[in-house]
């Protein structure tokens, strides 16, 4: 991952800092915004360089390689040691706004329901359901043959990661998008991960259901979602914003399960835009206390 300098850095916890960039506020303090991402599964710390480098001054951003996946080789895997990292990375910071993306979602919707939201800015998930395993009640979990299909893939990723691999990287973009990163770039970057570590963490991921958390979202949230997302239709987006507090729902038209990558720019004003109105909202109560 290239910081500011242009340099890699290669260890646990990425940052991409603009420390540099921070304005002056009206009583002459330095400020900052502070963004934690969370990546998705399988995937690593540094497919947020782009953005961050596009982001500019004025943001901290960091971005660590959850457990399992890139330089984070621990034994410990699955959502909650996810969490916990999150909650490490937290207290380091000051109120960041939390960005998790498909599995990174997830981690920051179980973020919530065990730590609250005293500690965030702010939320933004990018293409996820709070329960990818389809049944008689839910047909807002991933877009797959059935439960089986999704069960399945714990094996085959231990039996045949180069193939799976290959299914990944193409079911993360919209078919005409034209992304940061090719499915090629992609695919060898998913070759480079354990698969033994991966199957465990896939393993954890098919129990997750936090459909009880997103009401319990009581900060200014961002709804994002990818119009031609292989994985997730336009509902599951939609229902997320319908039940938590103070969420905006923004659908990337040429984007499929990756719009920060796919429609790089036009993520950049959305969430600048989103975090503008953070502030306007957050002045405004303060002047209501």
């Not at 991952?1 to 242009?6: I, K, N, P, Q």
Request: some cysteine; overall charge neutral; hydrophobic content about 40%.
């Amino acid at each position: 991952m290239a910081d500011v300098a242009g340099n890699i850095v290669h260890s646990q916890c990425l940052f991409l800092s603009h420390r540099h960039g921070r304005t002056p506020s009206r009583a002459g303090r330095l400020v900052t915004t502070q963004l934690l991402f969370l990546h998705g599964w399988a995937m690593t710390g540094d497919v947020f360089a782009d953005l961050a480098a596009r982001l500019g001054p004025g943001f901290e951003c960091h971005a660590p390689d959850l457990p399992g996946h890139g330089s984070n080789q621990t034994s410990r895997l699955g959502l909650d040691a996810c969490c916990d990292l999150v909650d490490t990375l937290v207290h380091d910071l000051d109120r960041p706004v939390l960005v998790g993306w498909s599995m990174g979602a997830g981690a920051a919707w179980r973020y919530v329901r065990t730590r609250g939201t005293s500690a965030l800015a702010g939320l933004i998930t990018i293409d996820m359901s709070p329960r990818i395993m389809p049944d008689d009640g839910w047909d807002k979990g991933m877009k797959a043959p059935g439960a089986g299909a999704i069960l399945a893939a714990t094996a085959r990723i231990r039996s045949d990661w180069p193939r799976v691999a290959g299914c990944v990287s193409r079911n993360m973009f919209a078919a005409r998008s034209a992304p940061v990163l090719s499915a090629e770039e992609v695919r060898l970057r998913l070759l480079a991960q354990s698969p033994e570590h991966l199957s465990r963490a896939w393993e954890d991921l098919v129990t997750l259901d936090e459909r009880q958390t997103i009401p319990l979202i009581d900060i200014p949230y961002l709804v994002c979602s990818g119009r031609q997302s292989r994985l997730y239709s336009d509902a599951t987006a939609q229902w997320i914003c319908s039940q938590a507090r103070d969420a905006r729902l923004h659908q990337f038209e040429g984007s499929g399960h990756s719009p920060h990558l796919e429609e790089p720019d036009l993520f950049c004003q959305v969430l600048r835009n989103f975090l503008r109105d953070r502030r306007g909202h957050a002045l405004q109560e303060g002047r209501r206390t």
